[in-house]
């Protein structure tokens, strides 16, 4: 079975990240496929310190730091950012744990080709303390979300979502890392619907192309007797 990576009909996607990267790995681990339908040709993040930075670097792939601080103002921060992804020829930007504010310019300037992943159904719970907001509120069903990146806060075209059950007892902790597991299956999942052309946006919503179904389960939570 064929390993490689690169090729020509594979959209060349640039990660950026502020932390851990554990969603960033999920991608870059996908991409390995001869089959997936993007390549991962670099991971930005604004923090220098980010410890993605070593994971993405031990995976093989280029990584810079763009230190968000070290420039006057949010805009003169991107302009920087958006030439770091233009050089590498970057197609669609997947924002993994990016922890910075973006203007509507840089927005737009990517717009219909910047994903990002959330962990909440979104519309719900939009912003930050998402889990901590659903325990408070009693949710029975959690989840994450991958979706178009809109200047508006956590706002834009879903394009895919996967629900995860609310245990009893669950700590914002455990809630997190159940969230977690889910959503390194849905990033890559998403990503390849994008960079297939399988999941395009029209008007304001998703719609799917070439979609399969294998199998269509509702989640009932607690489960039917
Ligand atoms: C994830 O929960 C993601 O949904 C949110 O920030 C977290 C990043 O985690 N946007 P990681 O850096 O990918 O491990």
């Known amino acids: 079975m064929s390993t490689t990576s690169s090729g020509p009909d594979k959209k060349r996607v640039g990660i950026l990240i502020s932390g851990r990267g554990s969603n960033m790995v999920s991608l ?5 496929a001869g089959d997936y339908p993007a390549e991962i040709v670099c991971v930005i993040s604004n923090r220098p310190e980010a410890a ?7 995976l093989g792939i280029p990584t810079q730091a763009i230190d968000h601080k070290a420039f006057a103002s949010r805009e003169a921060f991107e302009v920087e950012l958006d030439r770091a992804l233009r050089g590498h020829g970057v197609e669609i930007v997947a924002c993994a744990g990016f922890m910075r ?19 909440s159904l979104l519309p719900s719970y939009k912003g930050l ?10 949710v ?14 956590d706002s834009g075209p879903i394009i895919a ?3 995860v059950p609310v245990l009893d007892g669950d700590s914002e902790d455990s809630l997190a890392a159940r969230i977690l597991e889910a959503e390194h299956r849905l990033y890559p999942h998403a990503l390849a619907m994008v960079a297939s052309g399988a999941a395009k946006v029209e008007g304001d919503r998703v719609a799917y192309r070439q979609f399969q179904i294998n ?3 509702s989640l009932y939570w607690p489960p039917l007797s």
């Not at 993605?52 to 031990?58: D, I, K, T, W, Y």
């Open 101 to 119: 504010k973006m203007t509507a310019g840089f927005v737009e300037g990517w717009r219909d080709a910047m994903i990002n992943i959330h962990p």
């Open 129 to 138: 303390h998402t889990h901590a907001r659903a325990l408070e509120d009693g």
């Open 140 to 153: 029975k069903i959690a989840g994450c979300t991958v979706h178009f990146v809109r200047p508006e806060l």
């Open 161 to 163: 979502q996967v629900a």
């Open 215 to 217: 199998q269509m389960n």
């Open 28 to 32: 870059i681990e996908a991409a390995r």
């Open 52 to 58: 993605g930075l070593a994971r993405a670097e031990a």
